[in-house]
């Protein structure tokens, strides 16, 4: 069955700085697109519903998928975080609706929190983890050897919902020994969010950045999330360094390096000391990996299994 992913009509796409919603991650899917105003000319399609639908949308969705029982419909949960989502209007209708027989749920992320305890509460298995597809149109060729020889660090710094990052650049900020082998790109802010823009490195220019440096490191937040900077290494051929998410598979653990948070100094030493042919061993393995099991028809093969069984 066709897949459409519907999209909110009043939020503005164009101003997001990743590929975690709307028209991108649809195109990264291989799916087709549409607006709730729409949602009826797809009665035997499967019905995506994009998480930036806005609180009026939700309540307009809830009637019709209410109404229309024969329907299909998966609803897309992203954010997992207790004082992000719990009292949140999207997550309210998740709630609302988790039990109405042609609901499901398609989640980026391995449950935790808010998202654990709403498939804790389902009735039947009604909820799948497919997480972000990669879908290289980056084709960054340059090698390691023309590269800074540097960890590139970004990212919001938040100490409670991203405890890796805030431990790895306190103790980095403040080790005279590790300082010259960091480098830190600021975080740009969230304009979809009303958040000012502080700088246009994002998207393919982020990517470009990134391929600058022999290094990036990435950690997941503290439900050990697998966000797109996973991806995002491996676009840009780095070699990963940080903390594995909870999502990652034996392969691709194998093909990051891992810092000890309890003595940075010596496992960044350690990191540093690896020859390049190792190094490029490494990226281009990393790089491998994701290509293969985050491809997107294997993505969606398994989305299709998924369906198979619970509509049957």
């Avoid at 307009?60 to 004082?83: H, Q, R, T």
């Avoid at 940080?242 to 000890?260: D, I, M, T, V």
């Avoid at 940075?264 to 020859?275: G, N």
Wanted: with cysteine; hydrophobic share 40%; proline share 5%.
């Amino acid at each position: 069955m066709k897949k459409i992913l519907i999209l909110s009509k009043e939020f503005d796409y164009s101003k997001m700085i990743t590929q975690d919603a709307g028209p991108n991650y649809a195109f990264n899917m291989g799916w087709e697109t549409d607006y709730l105003d729409n949602i009826s000319l797809y009665q035997t399609s499967i019905i995506i519903i994009d998480n930036r639908i806005n609180e009026l949308e939700c309540f307009k969705l809830e009637k019709y998928i209410g109404a229309n029982k024969a329907m299909l419909f998966l609803l897309k949960v992203v954010d997992p975080c207790e004082e992000w989502c719990r009292n949140h209007y999207y997550y309210n209708f998740l709630f609302r609706i988790k039990d109405l027989i042609n609901v499901f749920f398609l989640t980026t992320y391995i449950p935790q929190e808010v998202v654990k305890d709403l498939e804790i509460s389902l009735k039947s298995k009604k909820m799948i983890f497919i997480p972000y597809p990669f879908n290289d149109n980056f084709n960054i060729k340059k090698g390691l050897d023309k590269r800074i020889k540097k960890i590139l660090f970004s990212g919001n710094q938040d100490r409670f919902v991203y405890p890796y990052r805030y431990q790895f650049i306190k103790k980095v900020k403040f080790n005279p020994c590790l300082v010259n082998k960091i480098s830190t790109l600021k975080h740009p802010g969230y304009p979809d969010i009303n958040q000012k823009l502080v700088h246009d490195i994002i998207g393919n220019k982020y990517i470009e950045y990134l391929s600058k440096y022999i290094f990036m490191f990435i950690s997941p937040s503290r439900c050990g999330l697998e966000f797109l900077k996973y991806s995002e290494c491996a676009y840009a051929r780095c070699v990963p360094v940080g903390k594995a998410p909870l999502s990652f598979s034996p392969k691709l653990k194998e093909f990051f390096l891992e810092l000890n948070f309890d003595d940075l100094y010596r496992s960044i030493k350690y990191i540093f000391s690896i020859p390049l042919s190792d190094l490029e061993h490494i990226s281009k393995n990393y790089y491998l990996t994701y290509l293969k099991e985050r491809n997107p028809k294997l993505l969606n093969s398994l989305l299709d299994e998924f369906l198979d069984e619970v509509i049957k």
